[in-house]
């Protein structure tokens, strides 16, 4: 099998075309996961009634289901509902106006809540709770203990796993193309498409997310260095 150098960097180039809306998937749920992710991890770890049970459960049954088939629903769903939704709220929208972009981000919302939620959690548990009652002792409230406390323990602990999530997030945002979303995948392809050179179009594709992907472990390997300044040695 001969390699096509041409294919090659002609799918480069059509996959860093469509990148950004690939960055507009990734950053929005990433941000996403992240706040809601977290709230729900505090909700869990200080074990508010009725809402940790309920959070608890919704991350168990949704974390059963393959990222895949939730793109494939949450689709259909869109194709089917999307236009008695919007005459029912008095939306001026029809589902033929809505970038599917859109369903893709709530798709992969969910999941990065998700993940993150538990990576979140975790590092909670890694900081003594004898820390909450010091806390407490000296006349903090509970936000101002969290606030002041816990979260500037718990960031540098949680960015390793947080660092492995987010790439198995960006990973993950490859299968929007399934919907016709236009992103890295689906765009390093239309080249391919000319002269059936499918590996070089795979392949690029591949190089742009391992180069993102590198860059990204980068970004967190900084942060974690910064944070690390907040946990004493013990």
Known sequence: MSFDVDSFFNSMIQSLIYFPNTLKLIFIHFVVGLILGGIIAFIRFYEVPVLDKIFAAFITVYQGIPVMVAVMIYNLLFLNCADDVFRYFNINLTMASVDLLWVGVFTLSLSSICNISEVIRGALQSVDFGQNEAAYSIGLTKLQTIRRIIIPQIIPVAIPTLTNTTIGLIKNSSVVSVIGIME??????????????????????????????????????????????????V
């Open 184 to 233: 890295v995948t689906r765009s390093s392809l239309i080249a391919s498409q000319v002269k059936y050179t499918f590996f070089e179009g795979y392949l690029a594709a591949a190089a742009v997310y391992w180069i993102f992907s590198i860059f990204i472990e980068f970004v967190f390997g900084r942060a974690e260095k910064y944070s690390g300044r907040y946990r004493r040695a």
